[in-house]
């Protein structure tokens, strides 16, 4: 257990719908970042938050968003999803200046159909 | 744009080989960090190389930084069958709010 919790582990929905991703990050992490993995594209950075606020943005997508709440934990949310959005999706948290490296959450698998 | 080359992108050798596995990129990063991957799981950080020229050593395995911290390699010595996984580089730019960037990644499998 790497401290990082993403839940669902598995998720299936069709094209069109919408669908949010959840992230409690490790104890004493005040930043959160979110990343799609697919084969042909890697890890792709999403976004950043950083004690409740947007510190960096990636390749995000406009259908996608995200937010941190008061307690620290994340969402992200899909809509209108396309078959091209299935992936998986990681969550990962570090301290301020992440020279300790991230801790990653062990991901949520979206398949779109 | 910042990118992260990593080569090979895959490397199948038999139990007690060594091997080397190189990232290259144009940019210059505050530190280089390396993390493995298995099937199903998060990546889980191996090693952080700060400054230029930097050796780190972890059991079997030695990471370097390159002198103009553009570049990193990660060599490992008698490869294991529990070595087997994804390995990637990543690259941390404080400018960009401690995002990472991570290359595309070297999967490696040790046949025993």
């Known amino acids: 257990d790497s401290g990082v919790t993403q839940t669902p582990k598995h998720l299936i929905t069709a094209t069109g719908q919408r669908v949010t991703l959840r992230c409690s990050p490790r104890?004493?992490?005040?930043?959160v970042y979110w990343y799609q993995q697919s084969l042909d594209q890697g890890l792709q950075f999403l976004i950043q938050?950083?004690?409740?606020?947007?510190?960096a943005k990636g390749n995000i997508l406009e259908r996608f968003s995200a937010q941190q709440f008061p307690d620290l934990h994340s969402e992200l949310n899909l809509s209108s999803l396309e078959l091209g959005d299935s992936a998986l999706y990681f969550c990962?948290?570090?301290?301020?200046?992440?020279?300790?490296?991230?801790?990653f959450g062990s991901g949520t698998r979206l398949t779109v159909v | 744009t910042q990118l992260l080359e990593q080569s090979p992108q895959f490397l199948s050798i038999q139990e007690g080989e060594n091997l080397t596995v190189y990232c290259n990129s144009s940019?210059?990063?505050?530190?280089l960090q390396w993390y493995r991957q298995e099937p199903g799981e998060g990546p889980v950080l191996l090693v952080t190389?700060?400054?230029?020229?930097e050796v780190k050593k972890l059991k079997r395995l030695t990471f370097q930084f390159g002198d103009a911290r553009k570049d990193s390699s990660l060599h490992i010595t008698a490869a294991q069958p529990g070595d087997t996984g994804l390995y990637l580089c990543?690259?941390?730019?404080?400018?960009?709010?401690?995002?990472?960037?991570f290359g595309a990644g070297t999967i490696l499998r040790v046949k025993s």
């Open positions: 990962a948290s570090s301290v301020d200046r992440a020279l300790g490296g991230y801790t």
């Open positions: 104890s004493g992490d005040l930043s």
């Open positions: 938050y950083y004690n409740g606020e947007e510190r």
């Open positions: 940019s210059v990063f505050s530190s």
């Open positions: 190389v700060v400054t230029g020229g």
């Open positions: 990543a690259g941390l730019d404080y400018m960009f709010g401690n995002k990472l960037v």
